[in-house]
């Protein structure tokens, strides 16, 4: 008995793609990863592409509940692997060539690190609710039926995930010259082991968090004050730097702020591979990001970075 292979008509594909980059935009402020997001994306194109025209009056708003729901069920199974997981978890890092503003006039859209941080300590729901309502103003009645639960409900998981980001969000108002500025005065005061120039440049709250995910030695805890991370990155540059050859260090763009991606050969002949992206607040860093699991880092937004080479 034959199949019958059902064809999307041209005018729904069209619907689709239409959407597509607003979809992933939510899906990625949702779960902290490009890659992840696009994955989401396709299952939901997939599940409209089962679909007939007459079942769908809303377009936008039926692909925005499911995809939520996709990474609401994404989040859920990600947290028993988030418990287990080796030392600090940070979102995956979008990295692109740095260049002039004129350049990426969409950076305005990019969401930060220190955003994209803070959303990590959210349960699920809370951050569901959050993107939803906060960033795209999706009503509250909607985002119950992504979470299956009361607008009220709803309402209540986006305001405790409103304070949380409020109470918990490194600061970074600074613009990208400045923060160019700021980040290549504390890669030089770093290598030249100054301590006092490198301290100028670091605000007394800042914090420095390291992810490995078990593939490459990084902090465990994060680094907590001026003080400690001054001496943490001196020793660090003092120690580490000084076997690695064919070392390279080049100036990037993470989610459209300013880092620094280090690559060179370690002494034991693996490949060296870690950028470092910072949020910058009145002329100081307030938060030092650096991302040296090799499966969280994509440049130009759709090529991996590869271990090889």
């Known amino acids: 008995m034959s199949r019958r292979i059902r064809v999307m008509p041209s005018s729904s594909v069209a619907d689709f793609e239409a959407h597509r980059s607003y979809l992933t935009a939510v899906a990625y402020r949702m779960l902290g990863s490009r890659a992840e997001a696009e994955d989401a994306v396709q299952e939901t194109w997939l599940r409209y592409a089962r679909q007939t025209a007459e079942e769908i009056r809303d377009v936008r708003g039926w692909l925005t509940t499911v ?3 996709i990474c609401l069920d994404h989040l859920n199974s990600a947290r028993v692997r988030r418990d287990t997981y080796p030392g600090e978890w940070l979102p995956a890092f979008v990295v692109e060539p740095d260049a002039d503003p004129a350049d990426h006039a969409e950076l305005s859209d990019q969401v930060s690190i220190a955003l994209l941080v803070v959303l990590e300590k959210l349960t699920p729901e809370q951050r569901v609710a959050f993107v939803l309502h906060d960033a795209f103003a999706v009503p509250f009645d909607e985002v119950a039926a992504v979470l299956d639960s009361t607008p009220a409900a709803a309402r209540q998981h986006a305001s405790r995930g409103r304070k949380a980001v409020a109470d918990g969000q490194v600061r970074h108002t600074a613009g990208l010259p400045e923060q160019r500025r700021v980040l290549n005065a504390f890669l030089a005061a770093a290598r030249d082991g100054d301590m006092r120039t490198l301290a100028a440049v670091l605000a007394p709250d800042v914090v420095a968090i390291g992810d490995g995910g078990g593939v490459v030695r990084a902090a465990l805890r994060p680094v907590l004050g ?12 003092a120690h580490r730097l000084p076997g690695v050859t064919d070392l390279t260090i080049e100036p990037v763009l993470v989610n459209g702020s300013a880092a620094l991606m280090l690559s ?3 002494p034991d002949g693996s490949r060296l591979l870690v950028v470092v992206a910072v949020t910058v607040d009145e002329g100081r860093i307030t938060g030092v990001f650096n991302q ?3 499966e969280k880092l994509v440049l130009s937004c759709t090529r991996p970075i590869s271990r090889k080479n």
């Open 264 to 266: 060179g050969r370690n």
């Open 292 to 294: 040296q699991n090799p």
């Open 226 to 237: 001026a003080d400690r991370v001054a001496r943490f990155f001196t020793g660090l540059l």
């Open 67 to 69: 995809t939520a729901r």
